[in-house]
């Protein structure tokens, strides 16, 4: 079955640019909607957007003039860079795969998740 | 911003039936769905598209979706339930996360 698998820097500097990579394996990421999630420590979960194979992108409102997300169907990956970070951006990322963007879409499977802490 | 309201925390005896609920305007108009996060693990699918169970979580999982609250059932809980539960539903095409209720079994 499909694994998601993050990987990308534990520590940040603050202003600086949080750069994640996704890497899907046991299928292919020429279908379907990835997304990424973020959970702050003791928090919630919080949507951060998402890329379709074919490049088009939706995000999160409250992040949008920050993030950039990217897919390389080649590698079989999809990454994501969240610009001039700040403590408040500390969390644990999840990569995702949606059926769809739809109201009907939900997340499954998704990654392990990685600790990213934003600290000079 | 659309939001999605749950209980902080729901406790529940072993065996018996544990209701989680999650409010939102007009939520029964949107398809909800359910995570299952246990401590440490990254969230699960329980529920997906207000009511259908995917493969793999058990029948005492259950949920409903109307009004404006969605409703997670756990029939028969068991000390394994214990989790942190999530709903999400999507809001002009944008997603959204309920606070989360942690269920003590």
């Known amino acids: 079955q499909v694994q998601l698998q993050e990987s990308g820097p534990g520590l940040v500097k603050p202003s600086e640019t949080l750069s994640l990579t996704c890497t899907v394996s046991?299928?292919?990421?020429?279908?379907?909607?990835w997304n990424w999630i973020r959970q702050s420590p003791g928090k919630g979960l919080e949507w951060i957007g998402y890329?379709?194979?074919?490049?088009?992108?939706n995000y999160n409102p409250s992040l949008k003039s920050r993030v950039t997300i990217s897919v390389d169907t080649s590698k079989n990956h999809f990454s994501l860079k969240l610009r001039s970070v700040t403590a408040a951006d500390t969390a644990v990322y999840f990569c995702?795969?949606?059926?769809?963007?739809?109201?009907?879409?939900?997340?499954?499977?998704w990654g392990q998740g990685t600790l990213v802490t934003v600290s000079s | 911003s659309y939001e999605l309201t749950q209980p902080p925390s729901v406790s529940v005896s072993p065996g018996q039936t544990a209701s989680i609920t999650c409010s939102g305007d007009?939520?029964?108009?949107?398809?909800a769905s359910w995570y299952q996060q246990k401590s440490g693990q990254s969230p699960v699918l329980a529920i997906y598209?207000?009511?259908k169970r995917p493969s793999g979580i058990p029948e005492r999982f259950s949920a409903s979706n109307s009004g404006n609250t969605a409703t997670l059932t756990i029939s028969g809980t068991q000390a394994m339930d214990e989790a942190d539960y999530y709903c999400?539903?999507?809001?002009?095409?944008?997603?959204?996360f309920g606070g989360g209720t942690k269920l003590t079994v």
């Open positions: 995702a795969r949606a059926y769809s963007s739809s109201s009907s879409g939900c997340f499954d499977p």
């Open positions: 046991g299928g292919s990421i020429s279908s379907y909607y």
């Open positions: 890329i379709y194979y074919t490049g088009s992108t």
């Open positions: 007009k939520l029964g108009e949107k398809y």
């Open positions: 598209e207000d009511s």
């Open positions: 999400q539903a999507w809001d002009s095409n944008t997603v959204v």
